[in-house]
Antibody, heavy 120, light 108 residues
Framework: QVQLQESGPGLVKPSETLSLTCTVS?????????WGWIRQPPGKGLEWIGS???????YYKPSLKSRVTISVDKSKNQFSLKLSSVTAADTAVYYC?????????????WGQGTLVTVSS | EIVLTQSPGTLSLSPGERATLSCRAS???????LAWYQQKPGQAPGLLIY???SRATGIPDRFSGSGSGTDFTLTISRLEPEDFAVYYC?????????FGQGTKVEIK
């Protein structure tokens, strides 16, 4: 059974960099599929941030591209998200997920999500 | 960017009733690249439907998806107590993938 788990700081200061890691268990990240990040501001809808293939090919939402880096560590079966120059608008629950059907495909399964608050 | 508009915003129904949720795309979705998710409070979304009409593993057959082009529908044939939640559609035909704003199905 494939499981994903997000980890990282729950509080980030404005202008700093948000860093999260997603640990995958029950499936090798090198076994195919794209792996992605999606976020959800409190009380709001879902926003796709970007995704990565095990080979390192990345795909980012254009409006976030200048601030986002997604990377993969095959040895640890993890992939990571870095979002720079954060503001209060980046406060959200961040989810990682496995994507099927391409770099922007449908998402299943999802991690449980981690709330990141941007505040001084 | 393809915009998905879900309607209604909130659906108030009783257990046992039929729920019909709509998702309309601003452009035609080739290959019916549309998925539906269910999200309960405090939980991550869970995949219900992909390819507009294919049920994900383990999803009860009271959930069905239909539609093509720009108009898609999620139908819950008879609402069970555990079905009251928020439902999102998502298109994955073009980058960036986008989600609808959600439909809340609440107990009447």
């Amino acid at each position: 059974q494939v499981q994903l788990q997000e980890s990282g700081p729950g509080l980030v200061k404005p202008s700093e960099t948000l860093s999260l890691t997603c640990t995958v268990s029950g499936y090798s990240i090198s076994g195919g599929y794209y792996w992605g990040w999606i976020r959800q501001p409190p009380g709001k809808g879902l926003e796709w941030i970007g995704s990565i293939y095990y080979s390192g090919n990345t795909y980012y939402k254009p409006s976030l591209k200048s601030r986002v880096t997604i990377s993969v560590d095959k040895s640890k079966n993890q992939f990571s998200l870095k979002l720079s120059s954060v503001t209060a608008a980046d406060t959200a629950v961040y989810y990682c997920a496995r994507l099927s059907g391409g770099p922007g495909g449908w998402c299943s399964p999802w991690g449980q999500g981690t709330l990141v608050t941007v505040s001084s | 960017e393809i915009v998905l508009t879900q309607s209604p915003g909130t659906l108030s129904l009783s257990p046992g009733e039929r729920a019909t949720l709509s998702c309309r795309a601003s452009q035609s979705l080739s290959n019916n690249f549309l998925a539906w998710y269910q999200q309960k409070p405090g939980q991550a979304p869970g995949l219900l439907i992909y390819g507009a009409s294919s049920r994900a593993t383990g999803i009860p057959d009271r959930f069905s998806g239909s539609g093509s082009g720009t108009d898609f529908t999620l139908t819950i044939s008879r609402l069970e107590p555990e079905d009251f939640a928020v439902y999102y559609c998502q298109q994955y035909v073009s980058s960036p993938q986008t989600f609808g704003q959600g439909t809340k199905v609440e107990i009447k």
